[in-house]
């Protein structure tokens, strides 16, 4: 079953732009995590913020949890061309597997 | 290298036949997984792996099989009994199966699977 759901379901920025793009959810998690998939290929991990988290960072990227509200956003600073791609958020609850959303696809203007 | 591998990157399917499709990992990962995807969709779990010789079906196993015989190979086979095999499917591979803290996957680049 599908947990997460992101929003919007697409996004188009002017390159240097920054783009952001927000996961829901349903029941608790242990962690939740991003994902980018360029088109056509396997997906890669991005980052991942455990349920004690509120906040982390990486590169370019920013994510934050609020276990209350049951949400997530994933922030994408100075975006390049590079950054065309469909981004997924995943949740772990604890049940062996990782629920994924349908995602948010990003097109960044040259 | 270490990563995780899938072949054929496309496969055509006559309706009626049974399909295997391959996943391959030299990361010395525990846990292996089965995705499908649908145009504009997100991924949906077909079966999981926590450990050689043990398998468990995901939110879409009809119509699936697969084997977990050595820990390095998850083959996933398309049977006749699944009536919209057209998919992109993706393999995936982790350190261990869920419950930890530290769950990240590895995907394979995926295999296009179009019935004819």
């Known amino acids: 079953s599908q947990q997460g759901e992101e929003d919007p379901q697409a996004l188009s920025i002017q390159e240097g732009e920054n783009a952001t793009m927000n996961c829901s959810y349903k029941?608790?998690?242990?962690?939740l995590q991003w994902y980018r998939q360029n088109s056509g290929r396997g997906l890669v991990h991005l980052i991942l913020?455990?349920?004690?988290?509120r906040e982390k960072h990486s590169g370019r990227l920013r994510v934050t949890l609020d276990t209350s509200k049951k949400s997530s956003s994933l922030l994408i600073t100075a975006s390049r061309a590079a950054d065309t791609a469909s981004y997924f958020c995943?949740?772990?609850?604890?049940?062996?597997?990782?629920?994924f959303g349908a995602g948010t696809t990003v097109t960044v203007r040259a | 290298d270490g990563g995780i591998t899938q072949s054929p990157k496309y496969l055509f399917r006559k309706e009626g036949q049974n399909v295997t499709l391959s996943c391959e990992q030299n990361?010395?990962?525990?846990?292996m997984y089965w995705y499908r995807q649908d145009p504009g969709q997100g991924l949906r779990l077909i079966y999981y792996?926590?450990?050689?010789?043990?398998?468990q079906k995901g939110d879409i196993a009809e119509g699936y099989s697969v084997s977990r015989e050595k820990k390095e190979s998850f083959p996933l086979t398309v049977t006749s009994a699944q009536k919209n095999p057209t998919a992109f499917y993706l393999c995936?591979?982790?350190?261990?199966?869920?419950?930890?803290?530290?769950?990240?996957?590895?995907f394979g680049p995926g295999t296009r699977l179009t019935v004819l």
């Open positions: 995936a591979s982790s350190i261990r199966g869920g419950g930890q803290s530290y769950n990240e996957q590895f």
């Open positions: 029941t608790s998690i242990n962690n």
């Open positions: 913020i455990r349920s004690n988290e």
């Open positions: 995943a949740t772990d609850s604890n049940d062996y597997k990782l629920s």
């Open positions: 990361l010395n990962h525990d846990a």
């Open positions: 792996s926590q450990i050689v010789n043990d398998f």
